[in-house]
């Protein structure tokens, strides 16, 4: 039972990966995040969020989220892997406004990104005491994958495989993210670096 959310958004955090995962979620005084024993579980979510949630909290190691509102710096961020002392924030921090944003343009981009921050801070979880992983990119490709398999969940559609794995990248000020052949998405900002559209695959 490791996943603990803390800071002034914790409560809506848990609202929302509740909501994305189907599972009903608690978060006890101790910050410590805990499935419901009498919880409904919401079949029309994606299972690789369900399981990756489940995974999360019944290991022994430790993944604990900051949550804020936002970052306190332009820009469109969703999380920082790392800490960023400059502005007080510490590692794993989750900026809950960023993925509401994202949920107002496209449910299924915002679920894909819940699940890249979980997978990304669990391939770095350790046990209790002692540092977590700091290699960013070893954590970072694999959570694409993760993002790919929750889409490919919740439309049905392949993603890529074998020598074609799913990718993101940044072309100006558009973010792809290619989860396969007929799923990409590409997240839009603005000139302060806002979130002003996500275009998702035709015919979703
Ligand atoms: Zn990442």
């Known amino acids: 039972m490791t996943l603990q959310v803390y800071g002034p958004r914790a409560r809506q955090f848990v609202t929302l990966l509740t909501e994305y995962s189907g599972l009903t979620l608690l978060l006890g005084g101790n910050e410590t995040v805990t499935v419901s024993a009498n919880g409904l579980i919401n079949p029309f979510e994606s299972e690789t969020l369900q399981s990756l949630t489940w ?3 019944r290991s ?3 993944v604990r989220i900051a949550a804020f509102s ?3 710096v332009r820009g469109f961020f969703a999380d920082w892997f790392h800490a960023n002392p400059g502005v007080h ?3 794993r921090s989750v900026f809950v406004s960023d993925i509401t944003r994202v949920a107002g343009m496209s449910a299924i ?4 990104v819940m699940g890249h921050i979980l997978q990304e801070y669990f391939g770095a979880a350790r046990p209790p005491g002692q540092q977590p992983g700091r290699a960013f990119s070893h954590y ?4 694409i994958r993760t993002e790919a398999q929750i889409a490919g969940d919740l439309t049905g559609r392949p993603i890529w495989t074998g020598n074609q ?6 072309f ?10 007929n799923l990409k998405f590409q997240l839009v900002l603005g000139g302060l670096g806002r979130l002003v559209r996500v275009i998702e695959p035709d015919g979703i």
């Open 140 to 143: 970072h490709v694999p959570a």
């Open 109 to 112: 981009l915002a679920r894909a």
């Open 165 to 170: 794995r799913p990718w993101e990248g940044s």
């Open 70 to 72: 936002s970052a306190p």
């Open 89 to 91: 924030r510490p590692r």
């Open 55 to 57: 995974n999360v909290i």
């Open 60 to 62: 022994p190691n430790l």
């Open 172 to 181: 100006g000020r558009t973010n792809v993210r290619s989860y396969g052949p």
